[in-house]
């Protein structure tokens, strides 16, 4: 299997950022981590090599990107404001410096974000605000509003990065349009903790006629590292 360890300063983040990729070609994915997750975590919990079939195949290939988490939304250090600033930079970077690289080692017109747990916040938050950018999203137990974080605070950036707030509210035709074209998938469990944030995403999309799929898996500990495993095999 390719591997690819990738190291730079990133002048958006003011700081080092890390990405691995695994794969030589196929569908790009943006892989997100969990909750302050790491870059190598996918690596290290087995769904990599839950997946090598398929990357070995060419059909995927992986950019296991790391998070500033700890810098923005669990940062209890400093104001919201702050928090929600430094979560805008992050992406500025995934989307400025991450994508090029995609670009460069990967030419596959689709490109998909996944993430487990906080890591489905960022998948479906990034491909829902860049429909031109991302044509899908495997979102696995996601929890999609990580507003209660914030203490109360609520401005525009918060708004917009909010899927089931923006997504409400959301009538304009360029995002419609390419919503159609796009391919997303919500994966949660009968006793995820997170079921009914799934649950209620999926009746926002609905209502604004978001093609998708919500798919509740009848399997114990749902929210937890080999039924991601068995998801990532199931529906990439």
């Known amino acids: 299997m390719n591997r690819e360890y990738h190291k730079w300063w990133s002048w958006r983040l003011d700081r080092d950022m890390e990405l691995l990729v695994f ?31 398929k990357i070995d195949a060419g059909q995927i290939q ?15 250090n400093v104001p919201p404001r702050w928090r929600i600033a430094r979560h805008v930079q ?24 996944l993430g487990a747990s906080f890591g489905g ?13 991302f044509t899908g999203f495997l979102s696995m137990s996601g929890a999609f509003d990580p507003s209660n974080f914030l203490g109360g605070y609520y401005d525009q950036d918060v708004y917009f990065n909010l899927p089931p707030h923006y997504l409400a509210n959301l009538s304009d035709r360029w995002y419609l349009d390419r919503y159609s074209r796009g391919t997303y998938i919500l994966g949660t469990g009968w006793d995820d903790r997170c079921l009914g944030q799934n649950e209620n995403l999926s009746r926002t999309m609905g209502a604004k006629g978001i093609p ?12 937890d590292w080999p039924t991601w495993a068995r998801m990532m095999n199931e529906y990439l």
């Open 23 to 53: 794969g030589h070609g196929g569908v790009p994915i943006v892989v997100f981590p969990s909750s302050q997750g790491r870059f190598f975590e996918y690596k290290d919990r087995g769904l990599v090599a839950a997946v090598a079939h």
């Open 62 to 76: 992986l950019f296991c990107v790391d998070s500033v988490d700890a810098e923005s939304w669990y940062n209890r």
């Open 90 to 113: 992050y992406e500025n970077y995934v989307m400025d410096e991450v994508l090029p690289l995609i670009r460069l080692r990967n030419l596959d017109p689709h490109l998909v974000a």
């Open 121 to 133: 916040y960022h998948a479906v938050n990034i491909a829902m605000r860049h429909p031109d950018r």
């Open 212 to 223: 998708h799929h919500l798919y509740i898996w009848d399997a114990y500990n749902a929210h």
